[in-house]
């Protein structure tokens, strides 16, 4: 006869381990977080906002924040919506008639935080973005390039960005971001 | 690094953000298993590569993803003007008559990149260059 075994899964994250802090410079991984792709023409923009609890930016480069969920403008009519607490977005979306499209990219992401006074210059050194404070303010994102991968970027705080890349580029991210912050 | 202005980000972005899609209002035929070799060859392949004001597609694929069109002058690489994807061919006349008074390639200071205000005119500033 055949013994149940119980068989315990771990989710293993892209980044889990790996943080580091170089010349006041720190690089975490962010904590999960669902994540959807939203396309939308602008007359489905109202419905799909009440959906999401959140208006989603029609202006070029800017994000809105309510909560934990974040809506980043990525084109004219498309968006990333992030949501790291406890609400799914794409549950939230389930019931809009309206024509769209929103696809569950949670997995296909991860994120790394970057924060500290050199935050942008670690960035740019393969960004090629102006990230000062009056061309890239608080709440900027874009879909941008980092060395040879795309990200999404997010300025969280004056000194915080959020660097979305895909999963599998993760790792590429990370540590062109610590060489660079060995740089600064 | 050339910036090129995006039309749908509205502002300057780095050159390598964005791909060069060929050359622009090349109309496919309606009808396009009727078209005579010739005239197939021709809208397959040739293309007019002048010296001079050319009409080219654009694509933001790092940045909003959009397709555009821009005139640029093939002798001196300039960027004169860009428009969205749909909008009307503008006549070389036209394009040669307004010239940006910001353009990509002309050597803007940093403060005054990628804002509304230029930093000449902003009264107070936070440091940033």
Partial sequence: MVEAVAITAKRRGALDHRSEAIN?????????????SLRVRSDGLAPL???????????????????SRSALWLGPDEWLVIDDGEGDPIADLAGV???H????????????IVSGEK?????NAGCPQDLGLQAFPVGACSRTVLGKIEIVLLRTAPDTFRVECWRSFADY???YLSDAARGV | MLLIHCPYCQEERPEIEFRNGG???IARSTNIAGESDEAFE????????????VYERWRHIHGCGRFFNAVRDSVTDKFLRVYKAGEPQPEPAEVMKTLPEHSAWENIPPADQNVATPARDRVSTDGEA
């Fill in chain 2, 42 to 53: 021709s809208f397959f392949f040739i293309r007019t590569n002048p010296k001079g004001l």
């Fill in chain 1, 173 to 175: 991210a990370f540590s």
């Fill in chain 1, 101 to 112: 499209s929103a696809v569950d990219v949670s997995h296909r992401n991860a994120a790394i």
């Fill in chain 1, 97 to 99: 008639s309206v024509l």
């Fill in chain 1, 49 to 67: 906002s009440l959906a999401l609890g959140l208006d989603l930016p029609s202006k070029p480069k800017t994000s809105v924040t309510a909560n």
């Fill in chain 1, 24 to 36: 006041g410079v720190s690089l975490q991984p962010a904590k999960p977080a669902r994540r959807v």
């Fill in chain 2, 23 to 25: 050359e622009a209002h």
């Fill in chain 1, 119 to 123: 935050a942008a210059d670690v960035i």
